[in-house]
Each structure stands twice: as structure tokens, then as C-alpha cells.
T-cell receptor, first 111, second 114 residues
Framework: DAKTTQPPSMDCAEGRAANLPCNHS???????VYWYRQIHSQGPQYIIHGLKNNETNEMASLIITEDRKSSTLILPHATLRDTAVYYC????????????FGSGTKLNVKP | DGGITQSPKYLFRKEGQNVTLSCEQN?????MYWYRQDPGQGLRLIYY???????QKGDIAEGYSVSREKKESFPLTVTSAQKNPTAFYLC?????????????FGPGTRLTVL
């Protein structure tokens, strides 16, 4: 199973872009990168996912390096409500639809 | 509104008692999942079910049991055999037939065993 490595915590000023890195050096060619976030004591919320190309939606952008060994989630204008734990997950194809959640990155957005 | 409901939000039980956590979804999803989360840690998969009347053990199934008699429902029983049952329990669901699909999570149940 491909593993992910994320920094345990990051700080970001309100209104600035938050860039959350993730390493997944053992990712296989057909494995997707997913990002979820979890606000304290709530269920995780889906943010975005991608395979090779960069992706953007109303919440965030996902930048995947050409070798696919790392990715960055970008929240373009962080707000206080974006304070949460962000999980980078590589989807394991051969165990159907199982998601492995690591410890994630605690993003602290400060005024 | 479509979504996943878990009840109750908070649950207290005495040690040695079995307890069943409810999970219902009206998203018409084929697959459902149960995760456990301990303080400061990520989610760990307990059980999952891809279709009705079928389920598979996850990474930490010991001391837990599930059933999937209906597509909408996937209850989890925490038995007295589970040595450290106090945790935050999360249920999720997803479409089975779509390849790169996401999981939708319920609000969770916080179980405290006294």
C-alpha cells in the first residue's frame, strides 16, 4: 500500500494561501491522490482528488508533481473556518475503495 | 436532504456491555464503511461492505461485528471483547460502480465506556 507523509502541523494567516504538502513516493501509476479535511469532532469532508493532472474546484487546487511522488493542496484564501486536520490519502486499488487515513496535517489559520 | 446519519452523537456504556451504533444513508450508495478514530490520530478501518448481505473485515475488526441486511443501513456492534472501545466512530458510504469516487462521512458517534 502506498503511504503518505505529511507535516503534523502548519500555520497560515487569514486571507493568505495555505499550501499543504504531501509525499507519496511509493504511489503506483493508477492510484489517485485524495484530500479530505476534518474539523474537530466532525466527520471528514471530501475536498478534491486527482490522478496526474492538476485539479481545481470551488474549495481548493491540487498540484501533483510530474513524477507523482508528491502533491500540494492549495487553499487560495484561507479563512478561520478552514482550521482543520487535512488528510492526504492514496487510494489503494486492489483493496476495493479502501481509504487509508494517516495522521494528517493540522492547519491553524490565524487572524 | 441526502446524507448519512449516525445516532446517537454521544453514547455511554458500562464496561462489559455490548452496544450497537446506528448508520443510515439515503444516497443509494452500494458501499458502506466503519472507522474508528482515537484522539490525535487518523481513521482506522473496522469493517466495510460492498453490497447487501456481504461485508469484509478491515484492519481492526477484532471485538466488533456488523450486519448489512438493507442497502441503507450498516449497524456496528461493539462487543465486550473489544478491549479499548472508547473512541469516536465514523460511518461512511460511497458508490460502488464509479471508479474514482469519494467517501461521504456521517457526523460520528462518540462512545465512552465507563
Amino acid at each position: 500500500d502506498a503511504k503518505t507523509t505529511q507535516p503534523p502541523s502548519m500555520d497560515c494567516a487569514e486571507g493568505r494561501a495555505a499550501n499543504l504538502p504531501c509525499n507519496h513516493s511509493t504511489i503506483s501509476g493508477n492510484e489517485y491522490v485524495y484530500w479530505y479535511r476534518q474539523i474537530h469532532s466532525q466527520g471528514p469532508q471530501y475536498i478534491i482528488h486527482g490522478l496526474k493532472n492538476n485539479e481545481t474546484n470551488e474549495m481548493a487546487s491540487l498540484i501533483i508533481t510530474e513524477d507523482r511522488k508528491s502533491s500540494t493542496l492549495i487553499l487560495p484564501h484561507a479563512t478561520l473556518r478552514d482550521t482543520a486536520v487535512y488528510y492526504c490519502i492514496v487510494r489503494v486499488l486492489y483493496n476495493f475503495n479502501k481509504f487509508y487515513f494517516g495522521s494528517g496535517t493540522k492547519l491553524n489559520v490565524k487572524p | 436532504d441526502g446524507g448519512i446519519t449516525q445516532s446517537p452523537k454521544y453514547l455511554f456504556r458500562k464496561e462489559g456491555q455490548n452496544v450497537t451504533l446506528s448508520c443510515e444513508q439515503n444516497l443509494n450508495h452500494d458501499a458502506m464503511y466503519w472507522y474508528r478514530q482515537d484522539p490525535g490520530q487518523g481513521l482506522r478501518l473496522i469493517y466495510y461492505s460492498q453490497i447487501v448481505n456481504d461485508f469484509q473485515k478491515g484492519d481492526i475488526a477484532e471485538g466488533y461485528s456488523v450486519s448489512r441486511e438493507k442497502k441503507e443501513s450498516f449497524p456496528l456492534t461493539v462487543t465486550s471483547a473489544q478491549k479499548n472501545p472508547t473512541a469516536f466512530y465514523l460511518c461512511a458510504s460511497s458508490m460502488e460502480v464509479i471508479y474514482d469516487n469519494e467517501q461521504f462521512f456521517g457526523p460520528g458517534t462518540r462512545l465512552t465506556v465507563l
